[in-house]
């Protein structure tokens, strides 16, 4: 009997071994086909690619505009993604050569907070207002009417209304136009130049003459005019 039993045992023993040995053929075959299945997805699978906002367009682009005239442009800028879920900010300046901080109009439109900006002479932000809000600001350059402020997203776009007022001091008188849109990913248009404007008053008329007196018809007269340009 107990010959009987070490031989059922080793027989017992050597089918285990047999069935440990295929199991560790499946195991190693199913790991190694798990390891190509996500080899061959990671390959198959593009990666995310995070494009850039866009600053599309500034209107008016060009024209003549006096002091203290408010003018109202509209700034689009776009994001693959989404405007209102995508961008961060959106800088709009007015300037003589480079959109710098300080020397001109340079405002800024947070996006997630919907709150607009201008900064001061010193290039500091005042505190954010939204967009509607009866509050002006202002430099000693420009100033921002808030209250007409807007902000609509369509898509991928988003429009951003502008009412900019200038004032006397602000030269010289040809100033360029640029805009900046960035993501929240800080991926960004970099600064684009947008137009070209012209902020002057009109030529002052100071005299005509002559100014009084007759003529007959089919005279020729000569008019002086005299006029001024501040």
Excluded at 181 to 193: L, M, P, Y
Excluded at 210 to 224: E, H, I
Aim: hydrophobic share 35%; charged share 20%; aromatic share 10%.
């Amino acid at each position: 009997r107990f010959g009987k039993l070490t031989r059922s045992l080793a027989h017992y023993q050597k089918n285990c071994i047999i069935i440990a040995h295929m199991l560790n053929k499946k195991l190693t075959w199913l790991l190694g086909a798990l390891f190509l299945c996500f080899s061959l997805t990671a390959i198959n699978t593009p990666a995310f690619a995070n494009n850039p906002p866009q600053a599309e367009s500034v209107s008016p682009d060009s024209g003549f505009f006096t002091p203290e005239e408010e003018v109202s442009f509209t700034a689009v800028s776009s994001d693959p993604d989404s405007a209102n879920e995508g961008l961060a900010e959106v800088l709009f300046a007015i300037h003589p050569k480079t959109p710098k901080v300080t020397g001109g109009c340079y405002i800024k439109y947070e996006v997630t907070g919907n709150l607009i900006y201008l900064a001061d002479d010193t290039g500091r932000f005042s505190s954010g207002v939204p967009p509607g809000d009866a509050v002006i600001l202002e430099n000693t350059l420009c100033s921002l009417n808030c209250a007409s402020v807007s902000a609509s997203f369509d898509g991928h776009r988003l429009s951003l209304t502008l009412p900019i007022s200038f004032k006397p001091a602000f030269s010289p008188k040809n100033p360029y136009v640029f805009l900046f849109a960035e993501d929240k990913s800080g991926a960004n248009s970099t600064w684009q130049n947008k137009g070209r404007i012209k902020v002057d008053y009109l030529p002052l008329t100071l005299s005509i003459e002559p100014n009084d007196g007759s003529c007959q018809v089919d005279d020729q007269v000569s008019f002086k005019v005299i006029t001024s340009d501040s």
